[in-house]
């Protein structure tokens, strides 16, 4: 009887031991379907963070009387003077770098073929491949000033109007008179950039108009002056030595 039973034993024992097996590989398949999914889900989740961080866009902003400077991803260097404004992607794309701005920058763009770089500016582009330029779009502005430092420049306007533009040019549009080209002087254009201020036989308009973006300040004019034809140029000045300057020139006072 004994012997019977361990006949029995031994031949129920490989029996148990496959169903063990079964229940091993069945467990270790659904571990595998899991892994598999997660990291598939992973991989997706990350690709789209990654495309998201990719078309993700910084806008900078100053205030009055700030000028900034920023490289953006490509290497391209904005300036970006007071009461202005630059959107930009975080990382452009592969075939056009385009970027929008309020107000006025100096752009030196790095080189690109395969990627032109454009600015748009109150219903202006602006399209270059490598090259220093000038651009005033400010909102409370009719005109956009486009002046070419160096390089070649494309400027569309509208949908038709086109110019392209040598270096010591400058391209002035308005929605009623259109496209214009001038020359230019490019320290009165670009002095800016290094805390420069410059008038050159202008208006009292056009004063009051800088010292609003360079110093926040407004300017009353309470004289019997009526046609002012001022020239003077102040690196970096306060606000103060500046009125006495244009004050002692024009024989007024403040």
């Not at 100053?62 to 630059?86: C, E, M, P, Q, Y």
């Not at 420069?196 to 973006?213: D, G, S, T, W, Y």
Request: hydrophobic residues 40%.
């Amino acid at each position: 009887f004994e012997t019977f039973l361990k006949s029995e034993t031994s031949q129920n024992d490989p029996i148990r031991t496959k169903r063990r097996s079964f229940k091993g590989t069945k467990l270790v398949l659904a571990l595998s379907v899991f892994i598999i999914c997660l990291l598939t889900g992973l991989f997706f989740y990350y690709q789209g963070q990654n495309e998201l961080d990719s078309t993700a866009y910084i806008v900078k902003q100053n205030g009055f009387g700030k000028i900034s400077r920023l490289w953006l991803s490509d290497g391209t260097k904005v300036t970006l003077n007071a009461n202005s404004s630059l959107k930009f992607p975080k990382a452009f794309t592969a075939d056009h770098r385009d970027v929008e701005l309020q107000g006025e920058a100096f752009f030196e763009v790095a080189k690109d073929k395969n990627r032109p770089f454009t600015v748009l500016a109150k219903g202006t582009q602006t399209h270059v491949l490598g090259t220093k330029f000038n651009v005033s779009a400010y909102t409370n502005e009719e005109l956009v000033k486009v002046a070419l430092v160096e390089g070649s420049i494309e400027l569309q306007a509208r949908e038709k109007e086109k110019v392209i533009l040598k270096p010591a040019e400058m391209a002035t549009y308005s929605s009623s008179t259109g496209l214009t080209l001038s020359s230019f002087n490019n320290d009165e254009v670009t002095a800016w950039k290094d805390g420069i201020l410059v008038f050159h036989n202008a208006p009292f308009e056009e004063i009051a108009k800088q010292f609003k973006r360079v110093y926040n300040i407004e300017l009353i004019n309470e004289s019997k002056v009526v046609n002012w034809s001022y020239s003077g140029q102040f690196d970096k000045a306060d606000y103060v030595s500046v009125i006495k300057n244009i004050c002692f020139a024009k024989n007024l006072k403040f």
